[in-house]
């Protein structure tokens, strides 16, 4: 099982900057994938960038150029910095974890999620 705590949310000015964090503990696997999503009031979740074992990355198209994903196997940590942040930009963001073993998918597993409020 494996335990995902996100970190970094807050409320934060128009054209402001935020780094999200989210730790994972238990048992991970070598080869996972890693995702932020995000959910505002009355939305559905939405996928905002992702991040292979090996560092390849997506990003949505509201997330390109201004969001950068990264992660630090060593700390099972990955990151999620926003810059030029948008008040479109508020909702709960969520962390999200793929395992997988000999290309297949072990499990996934949901971060509780970090508010993000971008407001003058």
């Given amino acids: 099982q494996v335990q995902l705590v996100e970190s ?4 934060v000015q128009p054209g402001g900057s935020l780094r999200l964090s989210c730790a994972a ?3 991970i696997s070598s ?11 009355g939305n559905e979740r939405e996928l905002v960038a992702s991040i292979t074992s090996g560092g390849s ?3 949505a198209d509201s ?4 969001f950068t994903i990264s992660r630090d196997n060593a700390k099972s940590t990955v990151y999620l910095q926003m810059n030029s942040l948008k008040p479109e ?8 974890l793929d395992r997988y ?5 072990l499990g996934t597993s949901w ?10």
């Avoid at 930009?89 to 999200?96: L, P, Q």
């Avoid at 999620?113 to 003058?120: D, I, L």
């Fill in 57 to 59: 990355t997506k990003y």
């Fill in 31 to 41: 080869i996972y994938t890693m995702y932020w999503y995000r959910q505002a009031p």
């Fill in 111 to 120: 971060g509780q999620g970090t508010q993000v409020t971008v407001s003058s």
């Fill in 25 to 27: 503990s238990g048992s």
């Fill in 89 to 96: 930009d508020t909702a709960v963001y969520y962390c999200k």
């Fill in 63 to 66: 997330a390109k150029g201004r």
């Fill in 8 to 11: 970094g949310g807050g409320l």
């Fill in 101 to 105: 073993g000999l290309s297949v998918l």
